[in-house]
């Protein structure tokens, strides 16, 4: 098994930044390929970031790249997500996710484990 915990989330306004940060335990984080997701009231989950075990590869959602970074700290067994320039789309829950497989994917469906999520509001 594997947890994850989500914090950071918050309100901004349009064109500020927030940090997203997911600690995870319960399996050596190395073995570990970790996502973003977010989900908006009303809309299907959406893919954001993910990033394979030593951070050298990384894959981004067309809307977030350019403004949202994704990072990992295997010491510290936590993934985070800067996210810059925000806009009122970004307005979402978003959700650290795992998957054992080495290999990095942009589907939902390839992550076995989700932690709760953290909101994050951005106003007009």
């Known amino acids: 098994q594997v947890q994850l915990v989500e914090s950071g989330g918050g309100l901004v306004q349009a064109g500020g930044s927030l940090r997203l940060s997911c600690a995870a335990s319960g399996r050596t984080f190395t073995n570990l390929v970790m996502g973003w997701f977010r989900q908006a009231p009303g809309k299907e989950r959406e893919f954001v970031a993910s990033i394979n075990w030593s951070g050298a590869i990384t894959y981004y959602a067309d809307s977030v790249k350019g403004r949202f970074t994704i990072s990992r700290d295997n010491a510290k067994n936590t993934v985070d997500l800067q996210m810059n320039s925000l806009k009122p789309e970004d307005t979402a829950v978003y959700r650290c996710?795992?998957?054992?497989?080495?290999?990095?994917?942009?589907?939902?469906?390839?992550?076995?484990?989700w932690g709760q999520g953290t909101q994050v509001t951005v106003s007009s």
């Open positions: 996710a795992a998957r054992l497989v080495h290999i990095v994917t942009m589907d939902p469906g390839g992550y076995a484990y």
